[in-house]
């Protein structure tokens, strides 16, 4: 009996570590879409696995395939200390608004839109990096640019370069723009910043029960919250 037991929880430990993950939702930031109590099930294969315990084999993707816009991606925080390995920080969850070599638009009041709309402001264009691409440095995207460098770049001398009396900055790496779900929540890419494809552990699919704290022992449990795929929202 103990070797089955044993066996078991052996099993359940690789499906938790290789396949699947759960995060808990500790605040209302992502509401509508995801509320404070659900339990999202998170799929470590959507995007590849990316190898577990970095620390020990460095960082390795398995069957990579790249985020696409509107999911609702589970990564570590890229606020971190230069050349911190990627499953070292914090998971934080959001939707992919645009994704490496994607554009995005920049507004008044930390707006931001995946198109150029004049009448909420969003005048001011950003290009999300991908791997090997040169971008122009302009007033608005240098504070970002030079903050992705100074984490993420393997080589800063190499980064920025002149070329016809402009500035242009290097990278190295794909990055995504991650939005909440709510607009005012400002913990996504205005103030955690761009996120490397190594930062990604992998796709939020459903909610696989949700408790309200704020409810009796025997009421919080909410029912229609079972296994509710991500990006539906209660009627």
């Not at 938790?16 to 993950?21: A, D, E, I, Q």
């Not at 900055?169 to 779900?181: A, E, K, L, P, Q």
Request: glycine fraction near 8%; charged fraction near 20%; aromatic fraction near 12%.
């Amino acid at each position: 009996m103990s070797c089955v037991l044993l066996a078991a929880i052996s099993i359940a430990v690789l499906l938790r570590v290789l396949l699947f993950g759960m995060l808990v939702i500790p605040h209302n930031g992502e509401a509508p879409v995801l509320i404070e109590g659900d339990r999202v099930v998170v799929n470590k294969w959507s995007y590849g696995l990316r190898r577990p315990f970095s620390r020990w084999g460095g960082y390795h993707r398995y069957a990579a395939k790249q985020p696409e816009r509107g999911d609702w991606m589970v990564f570590n925080s890229p606020s971190v200390e230069k050349g911190a390995l990627p499953d070292t920080s914090g998971l934080c969850i959001g939707c992919v608004l645009a994704c490496p070599g994607d554009t995005i638009w920049l507004g008044n009041k930390g707006r931001v839109s995946s198109v150029c709309d004049y009448p909420s402001g969003c005048i001011w264009p950003v290009i999300v990096p991908s791997s090997g691409s040169n971008i122009r440095v302009t007033p608005w995207n240098r504070s970002l640019y030079e903050r992705t460098v100074q984490r993420f770049s393997s080589s800063d001398s190499q980064t920025f370069v002149k070329r016809d009396s402009s500035e242009f900055c290097r990278f190295h790496r794909d990055y995504f723009w991650i939005v909440s779900g709510n607009e005012a929540n400002m913990n996504d890419s205005r103030t955690l910043g761009l996120v490397p494809m190594e930062f990604v552990l992998g796709k939020a699919v459903s909610v696989a029960y949700s408790l309200d704290s704020s409810k009796p022992w025997y009421r919080t449990l909410r029912r229609k919250r079972f296994f509710k795929p991500v990006g539906e929202t209660d009627d």
